[in-house]
């Protein structure tokens, strides 16, 4: 069984860092591309970030480029999120989603495999 697990999230003050975590299990998705999305109360879910199988292609959100980057370790079979410079308007639940695929799309429905969430919440 395929499992997605996020960590990492939780309370900050704006201007200030967290590293998510997704850890994979059930198969390995080194050859899979990968991606964060995020999800305010009251708002559809949006795209983060994503990266290619191999880390050498990757895209961001307009709203994150510069404050945000996506990286992986396909060895410990682990995608990682490191946000700086938070702002409030980042408060979200945020989700780790993996794909059959190999292209880093930014569209969700694009992804076959998602985790639970973890929240993230910067206060001003």
């Known amino acids: 069984q395929v499992q997605l697990v996020e960590s990492g999230g939780g309370l900050v003050q704006a201007g200030g860092s967290l590293r998510l975590s997704c850890a994979a299990s059930g198969r390995t998705f080194s050859s899979n591309a990968m991606g964060w999305f995020r999800q305010a109360p009251g708002k559809e879910r949006e795209f983060v970030a994503a990266?290619?199988?191999?880390?050498?292609?990757?895209s961001y959100a307009d709203s994150v480029m510069g404050r945000f980057t996506i990286s992986r370790d396909n060895a410990k079979n682990t995608m990682y999120l490191q946000m700086n410079s938070l702002k409030p308007e980042d408060t979200a639940l945020y989700y780790c989603a993996a794909q059959d695929g190999s292209y880093y799309y930014t569209a969700p429905e694009k992804y076959d495999y998602w985790g639970q969430g973890t929240q993230v919440t910067v206060s001003s």
């Open positions: 990266i290619s199988w191999r880390g050498g292609g990757t």
